[in-house]
């Protein structure tokens, strides 16, 4: 069962590549992009105090549970021909699949970065203020020295996306050679009862994550132990 | 954006500040004028700490003002604080002092020979790419030293900054203070340690309980005081 899908590994299969490869733009991207909203996002709500900002952190963390297919749909209609953003035609498109994701991650991105960066803030809080540094200045210092515990915030995004199947599907559509990712062509083979290709994907996913932490483990271990942050 | 004019004299004005429902602080006049270093010296939590974080514009006064050359909020630009229990940034202590040396806008092109200097001056030579964190508590003390005599501060607030180093690496820490002092740097310093105090100071304040018991130049606190806590003080049994 599992020899087809590393048969089509082995020999090349363009097929498959594009697959993987897109999966991966898809979901690399999309982690970028929400890396962008959610760290800065994140050290706010970590520093900032504004009325309101207990209920934002909830309503965050809450976000971090919404089921992807909501998010899908949410995308969908927004860039349905006849949504707000319908103009732009991009839905059925990797496009469309990396804004969903995107908004998926970003509370993840952010809760997770909020309490790695209140801790740090709760220690350097005074010395800062001492240096006369102000809040933007206080967000860029967060970020850089929480750097490599703020890898596990993205990684958990970029798992999350890479692993979901409900928002791409809805926005992407499923489009063989053009929106098909791993996720969308293991449920698409396991429904058609092409089981081996839908059990050779899954390992190739699994595969994939694996490598993406024990990089960053490694990257975040050696980074620490350079910086004596550990 | 740096004023044109001086931070001194730091006046405190009918100073109250309170924390947790409590009046920790309560100054009717205090005032800070160039010179040798001040002294402020009183038993655990008479509010020494307080007072500094008030003079270095970290807290604000519940009611009264606090003024740097008789203006009030004026940002710590042109001023540095050692605190008592001071935290390294995660990064070597060349860039931690590096950090310092940006939060003023030095400008690039000195800086090495800046962190070089300032090492030298705490005696950490050769201690640059070691992680701040990894410091042993002495040395971090020192390093938080060299980091804010990197701001280049017109008044300098230590903190006990003597407190946990055993008695040469204090003595070597008063060293470096009488020289900056000489350099022309305020210094305003709380301390426990009457010894420091006669060492260093050219004026001393005593507070206990929150209150200004004395402010007197360093001969007459020491030889004549005019309190009787003050004389309970150095007889070191003034207590809470
Ligand atoms: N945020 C706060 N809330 C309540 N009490 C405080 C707070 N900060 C300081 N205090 C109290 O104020 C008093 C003076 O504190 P501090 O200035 O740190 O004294 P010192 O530095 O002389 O030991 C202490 O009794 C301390 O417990
Ligand atoms: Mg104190």
């Not at chain 2, 924390?19 to 006049?29: H, Q, Y």
């Not at chain 2, 590096?98 to 201690?127: M, W």
Request: glycine share 10%.
């Amino acid at each position: 069962m599992f020899s087809s899908a590393f048969e089509l590994l082995i020999t090349g299969d363009p097929g498959l590549y594009r697959i993987i490869g897109l999966s991966l733009y898809v979901s690399l991207t999309a982690t970028l992009i929400a890396a962008l909203v959610g760290l800065p996002l994140g050290a706010l709500l970590a520093l900032k105090e504004f009325p309101g900002r207990g209920a934002v952190i909830v309503i965050v963390n809450a976000l971090m549970g919404m089921p992807p297919v909501v998010v899908g749909l949410a995308v969908f209609l927004l860039l349905s021909r006849s949504g707000p953003l319908g103009s732009f035609g991009i839905l059925f498109t990797p496009r469309a699949m990396i804004i969903a994701q995107a908004i998926l991650i970003t509370p993840i991105i952010a809760a997770l970065a909020r309490q790695t960066i209140a801790d740090l803030w709760v220690q350097y809080r005074d010395e800062l203020a001492g240096m006369n540094i102000g809040t933007a200045g206080s967000v860029a210092t967060l970020l850089w020295d929480g750097r490599f515990s703020l890898l596990t915030a993205l990684l958990a995004g970029f798992g999350r996306a890479s692993a979901e199947v409900g928002a791409v599907i809805i926005v992407g559509g499923n489009i063989d050679g053009f929106t098909r990712t791993m996720t969308t062509a293991i449920a698409l083979e396991t429904s058609k009862g092409d089981l081996p290709l839908a059990i050779g994907l899954g390992a190739v996913l699994l595969i994939i994550v694996i490598a993406i932490n024990a990089i960053a483990w490694t990257v975040r271990r050696t980074g620490e132990r350079l910086a004596g942050a550990a | 954006m740096r004023a044109p004019d001086s931070d001194l004299p730091l006046r405190f004005e009918r100073v109250r500040f309170e924390a947790g429902n409590r009046l920790i602080l309560d100054i009717e006049s205090l005032s800070i004028t160039n010179g040798a270093p001040t002294a402020v010296v009183g038993p655990n939590g008479a509010g020494k700490t307080t007072l500094l974080r008030l003079g270095m514009g970290l807290f604000e006064p519940t009611v009264g003002r606090v003024t740097w050359g008789g203006r009030e909020k004026v940002p710590p630009t042109r001023r540095a604080i050692l605190f008592q229990r001071p935290v390294m940034l995660m990064r070597s202590a060349a860039n931690n002092i590096d950090y310092a040396l940006a939060s003023v806008n030095a400008p690039s092109r000195d800086r090495r020979r800046k962190i070089a200097e300032l090492l030298a001056l705490v005696g950490l030579s050769g201690f640059e790419d070691r992680p701040a964190r990894r410091l042993s508590g002495g040395e971090q003390q020192r390093l938080a030293l060299a980091r804010s005599l990197a701001r280049d501060p017109e008044i300098l607030f230590l903190d006990e900054p003597t407190a946990s180093l055993d008695p040469a690496a204090a003595k070597s820490v008063e060293d470096v203070l009488r020289a900056v002092a000489e350099r022309g740097v305020k210094i305003l310093i709380s301390t426990h340690d009457l010894g420091t105090a006669r060492r260093l100071a050219g004026d001393v304040v005593l507070i206990h309980r929150g209150k200004i018991l004395e402010h007197s130049v360093s001969e007459v606190f020491f030889k004549e005081p005019r309190t009787e806590e003050a004389r309970r003080f150095q007889a070191s049994d003034l207590l809470i």
